[in-house]
């Protein structure tokens, strides 16, 4: 994949995050080279490691916060992300 592509995808999950959970701490890393070989990788769809903090995970279990963050991405599993790792927080109390 190119760097290109691989900086798009990055930049439509940051986005759709952003946009769509009110993220306010984004952080993507593509760890697709790490899979080479691997099915997933094969087909063109990428693996990466999402760590995202958003008001909107306040009082969310570990698995609500992480479907909110599937459902913003929707149309990204699958074609584009084959694999992703979330780590989701919600801002500390001021």
């Given at each position: 994949?190119?760097?290109?592509?691989?900086?798009?995808?990055?930049?439509?999950?940051?986005?759709?995050l952003r946009d769509r959970v009110g993220a306010v701490?984004?952080?993507?890393?593509?760890?697709?080279?790490?899979?080479?070989?691997?099915?997933?990788?094969?087909?063109?769809?990428?693996?990466?490691?999402?760590?995202?903090?958003?008001?909107?995970?306040?009082?969310?279990?570990?698995?609500?916060?992480?479907?909110?963050?599937?459902?913003?991405?929707?149309?990204?599993?699958?074609?584009?992300?084959?694999?992703?790792?979330?780590h989701c927080e919600a801002?500390?109390?001021?």
């Open positions: 994949m190119s760097a290109e592509k691989n900086r798009e995808r990055i930049d439509r999950i940051e986005t759709l701490r984004v952080e993507v890393v593509d760890e697709s080279s790490l899979h080479a070989g691997h099915a997933g990788a094969r087909s063109g769809a990428g693996h990466f490691r999402v760590h995202v903090t958003s008001p909107r995970f306040a009082g969310l279990s570990r698995v609500e916060a992480q479907r909110l963050v599937y459902q913003a991405l929707g149309d990204l599993m699958g074609p584009e992300i084959h694999a992703l790792a979330l801002p500390e109390s001021q």
